[in-house]
T-cell receptor
């Protein structure tokens, strides 16, 4: 069965600090996709990134970067120079392709608080 | 930018009542989903829907739940007789292709409170 573990329940940092959110996953599939979503206090799920299992290149998008390590089944997310607006719950998720359709398995989420 | 829309944003109901949550997926998408998030917990898969039928459902999706695409635009989740533990945020999502090969777009959620 698919499993996603986000061991950090809560993280609190001061503005401008860098912060890394950890994600470890388990799957028997050889082809899979990993995601990060942001959930601000308003409650919606905001897509941040999708990465497939064959692409281990790290990715950077502005202050966000992602480190995918297939050998350790990890897909960690780093925010550089954090800002108060980054305060949210962040979810890592793993997709499972089905016969028709697919589903995401989410981690428990990490509550990030960035203090001014 | 196209988006998934959900109504109502918040519904309060009495235990035992029927509830219908509505979603309008992105128009050219073919795969539709419902997910649930109990307050403070992770997001959980409920059901996926393709070609006018359920393609996959979780153990949470029991006989109290049903989904329907009554016309070409709406996708509904019905809870026949609500229980206190059904209180949660319900997210509708759609994708053009199976998740991964295509992005999964979530609506803003419908918060259900069962009293």
């Amino acid at each position: 069965a698919q499993k996603v573990t986000q061991a950090q329940t809560e993280i609190s940092v001061v503005e401008k600090e860098d912060v890394t959110l950890d994600c470890v996953y388990e799957t028997r599939d050889t082809t899979y996709y990993l995601f990060w979503y942001k959930q601000p206090p308003s409650g919606e799920l905001v897509f941040l990134i999708r990465r497939n299992s064959f692409d281990e290149q790290n990715e950077i998008s502005g202050r966000y970067s992602w480190n995918f390590q297939k050998s350790t089944s990890s897909f960690n997310f780093t925010i550089t120079a954090s800002q108060v607006v980054d305060s949210a719950v962040y979810f890592c998720a793993l997709s499972e392709l089905l016969t028709s359709g697919s589903r995401l398995t989410f981690g428990e989420g990490t509550q990030l608080t960035v203090n001014p | 930018e196209p988006e998934v829309t959900q109504t109502p944003s918040h519904q309060v109901t009495q235990m035992g009542q029927e509830v219908i949550l509505r979603c309008v997926p992105i128009s050219n998408h073919l795969y539709f989903y419902w997910y649930r998030q109990i307050l403070g917990q992770k997001v959980e898969f409920l059901v996926s829907f393709y070609n006018n039928e359920i393609s996959e459902k979780s153990e949470i999706f029991d006989d109290q739940f049903s989904v329907e695409r009554p016309d070409g635009s709406n996708f509904t989740l019905k809870i026949r007789s609500t229980k206190l533990e059904d209180s949660a945020m319900y997210f509708c999502a759609s994708s053009e292709d199976r998740v991964g090969t295509g992005e999964l777009f979530f609506g803003e959620g419908s918060r259900l409170t069962v009293l």
